[in-house]
């Protein structure tokens, strides 16, 4: 099955500063890349996606970059917030098979101080 | 945006009891919810893939007796939670898409089980 692997764990930046995640991904059919930010006892919320058929996506503040040669995917942040502190995840599917179910990197939390 | 709901948000049982637990989609038609557990400080674990109407397939390692789920309609999926352990305590979280050409799953708020 899929195994997705993210870094780093921890990631404590100041305020304005980029944040970038990192994420790795073992299947190759995997076609679907979603990232999610994540608040203490709350759902996980989509920030951003990227399909297999794209290099790149951005959404103002927020980037993701796709590299299905080396099978892994980044999420960028830029200006970052302290309202940006969270639990990060990023997750890949492969849609055709076992109703596009996900399988979820282990997280990072983000912290941004003022 | 797709609103999935749970019930309850919280609950607390004692030892040796069943726990249900609701998950609704309640502006789309979920034709596969999935169930998830999170424990503290850990990442999302998939549990079970349902469908409305046949059984579910569970994740390696899941003991599909202890977790029953059920997808009676196209808006409803059951999680029960059978002869509930002080270990079965966690964040459970439902999630669901509505048809096969839509990759995003709209996830529940999540129900905290706490298992005295």
């Known amino acids: 099955g899929e195994n997705v692997e993210q870094h780093p764990s921890t990631l404590s930046v100041q305020e304005g500063d980029s944040a970038v995640i990192k994420c790795t991904y073992s299947?190759?059919?995997?076609?679907?890349f979603p990232w999610y930010k994540q608040e203490l006892g709350k759902r996980p919320q989509l920030i951003i996606d990227?399909?297999?058929?794209?290099g790149e996506k951005k959404d103002q503040r927020i980037a993701v970059t796709l590299n299905k040669t080396a099978k892994h995917f980044s999420l960028h942040i830029t200006e970052t917030q302290p309202e940006d502190s969270a639990v990060y995840f990023c997750?890949?599917?492969?849609?055709?098979?076992?109703?596009?179910?996900?399988?979820f990197g282990q997280g990072t939390i983000l912290t941004v101080h003022p | 945006g797709a609103v999935v709901s749970q019930h309850p948000s919280r609950v607390i049982c004692k030892s040796g009891t069943s726990v249900k637990i609701e998950c609704r989609s309640l502006?789309?038609?979920?034709?596969?919810m999935f169930w998830y557990r999170q424990f503290p400080k850990q990442s999302l674990m998939l549990m079970a893939t349902?469908?409305?109407?046949?059984?579910?397939?569970?994740e390696q390692g899941v003991e599909k007796d202890k977790f029953l789920i059920n997808h009676a309609s196209l808006t409803l999926s059951t999680l029960t939670v059978t002869s509930a352990h002080p270990e079965d305590s966690s964040f459970y979280i439902c999630?669901?898409?509505?048809?096969?050409?839509?990759?995003?799953?709209?996830f529940g708020p999540g129900t905290r089980l706490t298992v005295t």
């Open positions: 999630s669901g898409r509505y048809d096969r050409s839509n990759y995003e799953q709209y």
């Open positions: 502006d789309f038609q979920a034709t596969t």
């Open positions: 997750a890949a599917s492969r849609r055709s098979t076992s109703y596009g179910k996900l399988t």
């Open positions: 299947d190759s059919a995997s076609n679907y």
């Open positions: 349902s469908n409305e109407g046949s059984k579910a397939t569970y």
């Open positions: 990227i399909r297999s058929n794209v």
